[in-house]
T-cell receptor, first 114, second 113 residues
Framework: NAGVTQTPKFQVLKTGQSMTLQCAQD?????MSWYRQDPGMGLRLIHY???????DQGEVPNGYNVSRSTTEDFPLRLLSAAPSQTSVYFC?????????????FGQGTRLTVV | AQKITQTQPGMFVQEKEAVTLDCTYD???????LFWYKQPSSGEMIFLIY??????QNATEGRYSLNFQKARKSANLVISASQLGDSAMYFC??????????FGAGTRLFVKA
């Protein structure tokens, strides 16, 4: 997934700590999203963006903030980490146009909150 | 409310045979998009195919095709000529209202040699 760079790959946080997951894409895609994946489940949308300066909440937004100041970057901030936020996080970048649609995911971040 | 249902937790297919993975959806939004993704055991997410609600033809991408039946609200993924490397988890997803996306629970596909 050379097009989407997501860091870090692993992270351990203590309860109450804050951190930012970084996500950058170089494909000029308008759509970017953050998901979490808990064991044995599909992905759940945290926040998404349809362009620079525009963000919206997904299915599970509580405890997370995002911003999209540029087309390329879409960081996810955990405000005060809780054990319930232990999960694998994916950033995604997409271009939607019928048969020309493409979507790329970052490699994922395995976050553990202790 | 938006909903995606994948009723097959696991599927087996013989190598070189075709397999259909089921996906049904529910939405009142007339404009939506349907996606299929593959997640191998390595954990990465791979986009396979997309179908827009207004697209006239069913989407195809190499060995993948999407059997889109709008009236039945189904968007099944057909994989032709299965390969061992197709063994993975497959997720159906739907985007509505801009790009608000929900995922199904997934189907684990096992390809037998």
């Amino acid at each position: 997934n050379a097009g989407v760079t997501q860091t870090p790959k692993f992270q351990v946080l203590k309860t109450g700590q804050s951190m930012t997951l970084q996500c950058a894409q170089d494909m000029n895609h308008e759509y970017m999203s953050w998901y979490r994946q808990d064991p044995g489940m599909g992905l759940r949308l945290i926040h998404y963006s349809v362009g620079a300066g525009i963000t919206d909440q997904g299915e599970v937004p509580n405890g997370y903030n995002v911003s999209r100041s540029t087309t390329e970057d879409f960081p996810l901030r955990l405000l005060s980490a809780a054990p319930s936020q232990t999960s694998v996080y994916f950033c995604a970048s997409s271009y939607i146009k019928s048969q020309d649609t493409e979507a790329f995911f970052g490699q994922g971040t395995r976050l553990t909150v202790v | 409310a938006q909903k995606i249902t994948q009723t097959q937790p696991g599927m087996f297919v013989q190598e070189k045979e075709a397999v259909t993975l089921d996906c049904t959806y529910d939405t009142s939004d007339p404009s939506y998009g349907l996606f299929w993704y593959k997640q191998p055991s390595s954990g990465e997410m791979i986009f396979l195919i997309y179908q827009g609600s207004y697209d006239q033809q069913n989407a195809t991408e190499g060995r993948y095709s999407l059997n889109f039946q709008k009236a039945r609200k189904s968007a099944n993924l057909v994989i032709s000529a299965s390969q061992l490397g197709d063994s993975a988890m497959y997720f159906c997803a739907m985007a509505t209202g801009g790009f608000k996306t929900i995922f199904g629970a997934g189907t684990r596909l096992f390809v037998k040699a």
